[in-house]
């Protein structure tokens, strides 16, 4: 019975031990998750500031591009306008009766 008695104290020893290390085992799980955390809102942060970034950068290069598609139109249409001015100034006749045709088709266009 002395084996037995042995036994039982030396199990609830172990039980006791296996216990308090699973205890501090959780503890140690729940620092580390927590720094997880911890890190895991830093990364977020981080991965935020690049894509705000990235997009800011994004806009910028469309805005440019979207001025320059801007100018090339104005400069084409300053070229036409030229153009236009010389052709009227070169060709009166011509471009008073292009004038009233195009005045003509317009008017029956819209009189449907």
Avoid: C, W, Y
């Avoid at 030396?10 to 890190?39: C, F, N, P």
């Avoid at 895991?40 to 800011?56: I, N, V």
């Amino acid at each position: 019975m002395a084996t037995t008695t042995a036994k039982s104290a030396r199990s609830q020893k172990d039980d006791a031990v296996t216990t308090g290390d699973l205890e501090k085992d959780i503890q140690q799980l729940r620092t580390d998750m927590a720094q997880l955390v911890s890190h895991l809102k830093d990364m977020g942060g981080q991965s935020g500031e690049a894509a705000r970034k990235a997009a800011g950068e994004r806009i910028e290069q469309l805005r440019g591009q979207g001025e320059a598609a801007l100018n090339s139109v104005r400069d084409s249409t300053q070229e036409l306008e030229q153009e236009l001015a010389r052709t009227v100034r070169e060709r009166p006749f011509t471009s008073l009766a292009l004038a009233v045709g195009a005045g003509f088709l317009i008017a029956l266009a819209t009189r449907r």
